[in-house]
């Protein structure tokens, strides 16, 4: 069991789909970037933050001794300047959405299966000079 | 009256099954609030205090703006799992903290994911509150 394996698919998959948006949208991950790629008018980027707030749970399994099923929770937040519409945010939720239903495919040995997403949730109140949009979704995975 | 294997008793099954899921709900909604209240990050402690539980509606009221300190308002009555339950914040910028890292950072438990961490886990915390209540039916 390794809370990296589990880590890694997620930050790896997520990080290819926005690389793979025009242009690239930088992804921050936890204890990496402590900073924000920039919070000026033409900043923008995703944060992404894995938690494992409910840790194990043991399953039944007659090849792997003390298999654990591990409970999570993603959170993707996409930071986007004000004033010029929801497209860009919406684009880069959907691209969340549609990289975090895909997890389970791209490692089968991990198995992350990400239950209900919600979200795209609008946060356009408060002083940040940026908007946001937040999904987040429980998951369970095999590490 | 009849009875099943191990000495189950029909007799007042219903009225019994009725308190397990109350009971269920009652706790599940409490463990909620009390973890929303434990995880909000403080400065004053006006957001953390102002998660109200009640029914039907949303309370979205919130502590008075030079409000200082640590206190869970608990919901005054009796919890059953009729009626629609709402655990809501009135606090003007409850949703930046809630959602937004940036100022989520104090998450006194959870980090600056504290909410969702709550919110994604609802469905298991529930399952859990039942499954430990309806296993006491005997």
């Keep these: ?143 | 009256m009849a009875k099943f294997g191990r000495g189950f008793d029909l007799a007042g099954y219903g009225e019994k099954l009725e308190k397990a899921v109350d009971q269920s709900v009652s706790e599940y909604l409490q463990l909620t609030q009390g973890q929303l209240f434990a995880a909000n990050p403080v400065d004053t402690g006006r957001m953390a205090s102002s998660w109200y539980l009640t029914k039907d509606t949303p309370d979205l009221t919130a502590r008075s703006k030079d409000w200082t300190g640590l206190q869970l308002k608990k919901y005054p009555g009796k919890i059953t799992a009729d009626g629609n339950w709402y655990i809501a914040n009135g606090v003007p910028y409850s949703e930046r903290v809630a959602f937004d890292p940036v100022y989520g950072k104090g998450g006194r438990v959870g980090g600056s994911a504290w909410y969702t961490n709550i919110v994604t886990q609802q469905k298991t915390t529930l399952d859990k509150r039942l499954i430990v209540n309806l296993r006491k039916i005997t």
């Design chain 1, 1 to 143: 069991m390794s809370f990296q394996a589990i880590r890694a698919v997620f930050e790896t998959e997520l990080f290819a789909a926005y690389q793979a948006m025009s242009p690239p949208v930088p992804v921050m991950f936890q204890n990496v970037q402590e900073t924000p790629p920039g919070t000026g008018a033409d900043a923008e980027y995703v944060v992404l933050q894995i938690s494992f707030p409910s840790t194990t749970e043991p399953v039944l399994c007659l090849e792997w001794s003390n298999t654990e099923l591990i409970r999570g929770s993603v959170q993707i937040n996409c930071y986007s300047p004000r004033e010029r519409g929801m497209g860009r945010l919406e684009n880069m939720a959907a691209v969340a959405m549609s990289t975090l239903n895909t997890l389970k495919a791209a490692n089968p040995t991990v198995n992350a299966c990400v239950g209900e997403i919600s979200g795209p949730t609008n946060v356009l109140s408060g002083e940040n000079p940026l908007a946001m949009v937040v999904l987040s979704a429980p998951f369970t995975a095999r590490g």
